[in-house]
């Protein structure tokens, strides 16, 4: 669809909107999203979109309310053994599956008459399973690693009907698990533990979740529209039943990549909400029409990279993180943030994780020491100077250059040492290739769960942007996964993050935050802990 023609569509879905205030029955959010996502199987989706218009369009056993508490979804009720091991949900017999006109093509005829609908215990043993079958190279799979043998499953080493979960009838299923989990019911409101309708998705042949006519949805709101054009659509769905009544008719999703053009239809209130880097954001801070969120998901600091010729030698990240006074750097910013790696948005069970874990701590400075093993690596290195460079963005060049001239005083003529402004599209290149050094940058968590912070310096991890390799820490991270529980797992959480701190692969600056606007007069909106979605089945105009 041409722009022309797309713009005008939108201000008309804009002003239908606005009439809602007016005394309207209908009411309509819309919002822009960065790209349009390419499938919406909850068992596979990995994209921010894609979780974004699940969370709105399914509905698990339990959802997070709006203070991240847990309540009933489609289980209206649940029991928890005392030893934590065996979950026992009872399921509403009012909840249905949205059929479509659009099915006609994948469902026999005359399904409207015949096909089951109402969502029912095996449709989440069956959801639970594919994401568990190796087949599905589900990306969260190992979110589900407390459940009896998921592992195992997901390694290949025992079939899908080892796992610890049955329906017992239509409204009954139990999920029996391998250790207790604090964490567990939250992650039963992650996508990946959605349910799926077998006899629907192997009628779509491989194309579950690819287009409209194939996707199968149960929550507050259906996929109406999805097309080449930028623009999806939601309708309310009807056929739901939950606790929270759903408030919005429709939802708009426009595919808009030009933050300037984000920031132009925030103003003109053509976007009832947005999500914005802090500059734009800052942009809009004159606008007294709107109210603003923000999550602390981010953590700035030295990423030190560990295949570096000079720095791969441990000693030698050591004595540098040894010498960076930290508090002295950040003094003036009221985000120093010196707690660990993971940062605050990050929830463990229904509280902060780090709450729960409290202040982890990393290496002390102490000029002398670090003195001691620079001398030391460079003798193992076979070198008697090093240079080292810090690449940063310009405006982090005054912070970084600090950084130099104390480890300069300290090391004296055994490091030639320099800070190299680089712009955002040449640091990208430089994390993709590890070419750089040391680097200030940020570490950016799109998830509320913790083992996915930790898991961004396992050896195999797409996002590990330090060289780091260790089977010691990624034994760690693996037992935080597949065996730990309780305060065994919050202990491994807290020693995994020391251990990075230890080894000097980061070191910990500044906090930082990602935001999001909502035009005044937009009521009900809450967002997931670490921006991840946002939930708008409460949302609405006033």
């Keep these: 669809m041409p722009k022309k023609i797309l713009s005008l569509f939108l201000a008309l879905v804009a002003a239908i909107s606005l009439c809602a205030c007016g005394g309207s029955?209908?009411?309509?959010?819309?919002?822009?999203?960065?790209?349009?996502?390419?499938?919406?199987?909850?068992?596979?989706?990995?994209?921010?979109?894609?979780?974004?218009?699940?969370?709105?369009?399914?509905?698990?056993?339990?959802?997070l309310d709006k203070d991240y508490k847990i309540i009933p979804g489609v289980a209206e009720s649940w029991e928890i053994s005392k030893d934590g091991l065996t979950y026992?949900?009872?399921l509403r017999k009012d909840t249905h599956w949205k059929l479509l006109n659009s099915f006609e093509d994948v469902l026999p005829e005359g399904y409207k008459d015949t096909y089951r609908t109402q969502v029912?215990?095996?449709?989440?043993?069956?959801?639970?399973?594919?994401?568990?079958?190796?087949?599905?190279?589900a990306g969260d799979a190992e979110k589900l690693f407390s459940i009896k043998n998921a592992s195992a499953v997901n390694s290949g080493k025992q079939p899908t009907s080892a796992l610890g979960i049955s329906a017992q009838d239509?409204?009954?299923?139990?999920?029996?698990?391998?250790?207790?989990?604090?964490?567990?019911?939250?992650?039963?409101?992650?996508?990946?533990?959605?349910?799926?309708?077998?006899?629907?998705?192997?009628?779509?042949?491989?194309?579950?979740?690819?287009?409209?006519?194939?996707?199968?949805?149960?929550?507050?709101?259906?996929?109406?529209?999805?097309?080449?054009d930028n623009t999806l659509s939601m309708y309310k769905n009807d056929e739901y039943k939950g606790n929270v009544k759903v408030n919005p008719d429709e939802l708009y999703f426009y595919v808009n990549t030009e933050e300037a053009s984000v920031v132009k239809k925030i103003r003109q209130r053509t976007y009832d909400c947005a999500f914005l880097s802090e500059a734009a954001k800052n942009e809009l801070s004159d606008n007294d029409k709107l109210s603003n969120y923000s999550t602390e998901n981010m953590i700035y600091g030295l990423?030190?990279?560990?295949?570096?010729?000079?720095?791969?030698?441990?000693?030698?990240?050591?004595?540098?993180a040894m010498v960076t006074?930290?508090?002295?750097?950040?003094?003036?910013?009221?985000?120093?943030?010196?707690?660990?790696?993971?940062?605050?948005?990050?929830?463990?069970?229904?509280?902060?994780?780090?709450?729960?874990?409290?202040?982890?701590?990393?290496?002390?400075?102490?000029?002398q020491q670090a003195l001691t093993l620079w001398k030391k690596g460079l003798k193992k290195l076979d070198i008697t100077t090093a240079e080292v460079v810090i690449t940063c963005a310009e405006e982090n060049a005054p912070l970084m250059q600090q950084t130099i001239q104390n480890w300069q005083r300290v090391f004296s003529t055994s490091i030639l040492a320099k800070v190299e402004v680089k712009t955002a599209e040449q640091i990208s290149t430089m994390i993709y290739n590890t070419s750089y050094q040391v680097l200030?940058?940020?570490?950016?968590?799109?998830?509320?769960?913790?083992?996915?912070?930790?898991?961004?310096?396992?050896?195999?991890?797409?996002?590990?942007?330090?060289?780091?390799?260790?089977?010691?820490?990624?034994?760690?991270?693996?037992?935080i996964i597949s065996t730990y529980s309780g305060a065994?797992?919050?202990?491994?959480?807290?020693?995994a993050e020391k251990y990075i701190l230890d080894k000097a692969v980061f070191l910990p600056m500044l906090g930082g935050s990602s935001y999001a606007v909502v035009n005044k007069g937009v009521d009900g909106l809450y967002f997931a802990p670490a921006f991840e979605s946002v939930c708008m089945i409460s949302g609405g105009h006033s």
């Design 25 to 63: 029955s209908e009411d309509i959010l819309i919002l822009p999203i960065e790209s349009d996502p390419i499938c919406l199987d909850p068992q596979v989706a990995d994209s921010k979109e894609a979780k974004l218009m699940i969370a709105n369009c399914f509905e698990g056993l339990v959802r």
């Design 88 to 90: 026992t949900f009872k």
């Design 120 to 137: 029912i215990a095996a449709d989440f043993v069956y959801g639970i399973s594919r994401a568990l079958d190796p087949a599905t190279q």
């Design 170 to 228: 239509d409204s009954t299923l139990v999920i029996t698990l391998e250790r207790a989990d604090p964490d567990f019911l939250r992650i039963l409101t992650l996508p990946v533990a959605m349910p799926c309708h077998e006899e629907f998705f192997k009628a779509t042949h491989a194309k579950y979740c690819l287009d409209l006519k194939y996707t199968f949805c149960n929550g507050p709101f259906y996929l109406s529209r999805w097309a080449e």
């Design 303 to 320: 990423c030190f990279n560990c295949s570096d010729s000079v720095l791969s030698d441990e000693d030698m990240r050591r004595a540098l």
């Design 325 to 367: 006074k930290t508090s002295e750097l950040t003094a003036n910013s009221d985000n120093a943030f010196t707690k660990g790696i993971v940062p605050d948005c990050v929830r463990y069970g229904e509280n902060s994780y780090r709450e729960a874990a409290g202040n982890v701590s990393g290496i002390a400075y102490n000029e």
């Design 440 to 479: 200030y940058h940020k570490i950016t968590t799109d998830s509320s769960t913790v083992t996915d912070t930790l898991k961004k310096f396992t050896s195999d991890s797409s996002s590990n942007i330090f060289g780091f390799a260790d089977k010691n820490y990624d034994k760690t991270v693996n037992s």
């Design 488 to 495: 065994a797992k919050l202990n491994g959480c807290v020693n």
